[in-house]
């Protein structure tokens, strides 16, 4: 069973406009991670966030934890059309490192 | 090497047959995952080895499914009698270490037909 659910499942916005996908998950986690796909093949790392951490900035990305509330989101902003891409969260439940992966929400930023 | 190398990267097999897809983690990487994607679906855990201890085989779909690792190299996914239903992206990814950033193969399309 999948420990991350991300939301919406799709997403089509303007290029320029800001992009905002949310990840929720079930149990404590030690880390949750960011991760871009283009076109089905090899997953390309963005943000990793610790379970003590709030917030993190990497260029136009800022990812937020609310552990309280077993949920994440990645903002994209100033979305550019190369940004077009599936995007998943991974969680690894706390104790064991395993990184069970979200079900993806498919960002379309149209030009 | 410089990074996680999958091979073949694609392969196209006959209903019934075994196959057997290779990764190849970044040198010193204590962890390695495997993962399925099937077509516009999220990643699938498989099976999880982290250095000498006893893998994390709880993903695995079904006994057809095996998975070996060497120390800390080379690992092979088999799937035996192959059937339709294993049609898909098989993903493998390493890390330096429990918690870390995990880094990704460009992955093994399988086709069974």
């Known amino acids: 069973s999948q420990q991350g659910e991300e939301d919406p499942q799709a997403l089509s916005i303007q290029e320029g406009e800001n992009a905002t996908m949310n990840c929720s998950y079930k149990?404590?986690?030690?880390?949750l991670q960011w991760y871009r796909q283009n076109s089905g093949r090899g997953l390309v790392h963005l943000i990793l966030?610790?379970?003590?951490?709030r917030e993190k900035h990497s260029g136009r990305l800022r990812v937020t934890l609310d552990t309280s509330k077993k949920s994440s989101s990645l903002l994209i902003t100033a979305s550019r059309a190369a940004d077009t891409a599936s995007y998943f969260c991974?969680?690894?439940?706390?104790?064991?490192?395993?990184?069970?992966f979200g079900t993806g929400t498919r960002l379309k930023v149209l030009a | 090497g410089a990074g996680v190398s999958q091979s073949p990267s694609n392969k196209v097999t006959e209903k019934g047959k075994d196959v057997e897809l290779r990764c190849d983690p970044i040198?010193?990487?204590?962890?390695l995952y495997w993962y399925r994607q099937r077509l516009g679906q999220g990643l699938e855990f498989l099976i999880y080895?982290?250095?000498?201890?006893?893998?994390?085989k709880s993903g695995l779909p079904s006994d057809r499914f095996s998975a070996e690792r060497t120390g800390e190299s080379v690992s092979t996914l088999t799937i035996q009698r192959t059937q339709q239903e294993d049609s898909a992206v098989y993903l493998c990814?390493?890390?330096?270490?429990?918690?870390?950033?995990?880094?990704f193969g460009e992955g093994s399309w399988l086709t069974v037909v």
């Open positions: 040198s010193g990487h204590t962890a």
């Open positions: 149990t404590s986690i030690n880390n």
């Open positions: 966030i610790r379970s003590n951490e």
């Open positions: 990814a390493s890390t330096v270490r429990d918690g870390g950033t995990i880094y």
């Open positions: 991974a969680t690894d439940a706390w104790g064991t490192y395993k990184y069970i």
């Open positions: 080895f982290q250095g000498n201890s006893a893998p994390d």
